[in-house]
């Protein structure tokens, strides 16, 4: 019955809280790189305090318009770059997520091929 109460709490529970936390961490990673918001302001101008129109003759007028569109170039090469790294990271995330909860199914087996494995004769090879 003990064991019984044990297997069914580790893939009950145990198994949902697992993916719980896999869940969370991913969240929190979307979060923390704030892709959603990078994508959102993708061409907006990069920290440009005063990105509004300005008023005077032209040659300053089209300075300022270049000077806005440089700066939204690099502010969307720089969000892109911040994209990309996040979305990496969530892959990797992601992924060890997955073979954690894969290896959280089979950790119960251990002990029985471990068993196998005595009976058997292996002894691994340390070389």
């Known amino acids: 019955m003990f064991i019984v109460g044990i ?11 697992r993916m719980f936390a896999v869940k969370n961490q991913l969240v929190r990673t979307y ?6 918001l990078l994508a959102s302001s993708l061409f907006a101008p990069y920290r440009q305090i ?6 005077g003759p032209i040659s300053i007028m089209l300075r300022a318009f270049f000077d806005r569109q440089l700066s939204r170039v ?5 969000r892109t770059i911040l994209i990309v790294i996040g979305l990496v990271w969530i892959a990797v995330q992601m ?8 290896g959280w199914s089979m950790l119960p087996f251990a002990p029985l091929a471990g068993f196998i494995l005595m009976v058997a004769g292996w002894v691994p090879s340390w070389r």
Not at 7 to 17: F, N, Q, V
Not at 31 to 36: E, M, N, R, T
Not at 74 to 78: E, K, L, N, R
């Open 7 to 17: 297997l069914s709490w580790w893939y009950g529970t145990g198994w949902l809280a």
């Open 31 to 36: 979060d923390y790189f704030s892709i959603g």
């Open 50 to 55: 005063s990105a509004g129109g300005v008023k």
């Open 74 to 78: 690099i502010g969307a090469v720089a």
């Open 95 to 102: 992924t060890i997520g997955v073979l954690t909860i894969i």
